[in-house]
T-cell receptor
Framework: QKEVEQNSGPLSVPEGAIASLNCTYS??????FFWYRQYSGKSPELIMF????GDKEDGRFTAQLNKASQYVSLLIRDSQPSDSATYLC????????????FGSGTRLLVRP | GAGVSQSPSNKVTEKGKDVELRCDPI?????LYWYRQSLGQGLEFLIY????????KSGLPSDRFSAERTGGSVSTLTIQRTQQEDSAVYLC???????????FGPGTRLTVL
């Protein structure tokens, strides 16, 4: 069983819509959760992090964490074609808190 | 510099040769990490440095891989006797302290012919 699971997509949404990206993790002791955006041929770029249950908003992005369900999500409001990228969910390891375990990513396509 | 830098950006080598990849972290960041991303795959943790020490080398795939960090800053990842399966993008990241947010460099794309 993969430690961090994401739907590979592609998730296709029209411009202006809300894109919802989901991630589940297996390590119940994980405390830190990150979302990275990766454009094709580029390196991952940190866009959100969340440590506590609930929602955290930053501009058009909202991260949601539910530790009981071992579930973290990223909502992108008013999606733009420039948001088209692969979104990587990363979770820290319970045994080694500095070590990030990455999902394989969800590819998002925002149609103009 | 403003961000993590890596060099070279691309490296093509022949099977059996040794290669060195360099990472210059964000100034003041004490923690440094190396990851590998193969085509269509997720990021694979290789090694973590806190200062000049590497308390976790558990992700290094074989003893052909080694890394060092000097002066609490620049790090070098060395791959000896490269194999075709070593072809990947090697990414370096740094964070202010361990457990903080990690910021990635642009990566080195390694191709072993």
């Amino acid at each position: 069983q993969k430690e961090v699971e994401q739907n590979s997509g592609p998730l296709s949404v029209p411009e202006g819509a809300i894109a919802s990206l989901n991630c589940t993790y297996s390590d119940r002791g994980s405390q830190s959760f990150f979302w990275y955006r990766q454009y094709s041929g580029k390196s991952p770029e940190l866009i959100m992090f969340i440590y506590s249950n609930g929602d955290k908003e930053d501009g058009r992005f909202t991260a949601q964490l539910n530790k009981a369900s071992q579930y973290v999500s990223l909502l992108i409001r008013d999606s733009q074609p420039s948001d088209s990228a692969t979104y990587l969910c990363a979770v820290n390891s319970m045994d080694s808190s500095y070590k990030l375990i990455f999902g394989s990513g969800t590819r998002l396509l925002v149609r103009p | 510099g403003a961000g993590v830098s890596q060099s070279p950006s691309n490296k093509v080598t022949e099977k059996g040769k040794d290669v060195e990849l360099r990472c210059d972290p964000i100034s003041g960041h004490t923690a440094l990490y190396w990851y590998r991303q193969s085509l269509g795959q997720g990021l694979e943790f290789l090694i973590y440095f806190q200062g000049n020490s590497a308390p976790d080398k558990s992700g290094l795939p074989s003893d052909r891989f080694s890394a060092e960090r000097t002066g609490g800053s620049v790090s070098t990842l060395t791959i000896q006797r490269t194999q075709q399966e070593d072809s990947a993008v090697y990414l370096c990241a740094s964070s202010l302290e361990a457990e903080n947010e990690q910021f990635f460099g642009p990566g080195t794309r390694l191709t072993v012919l």
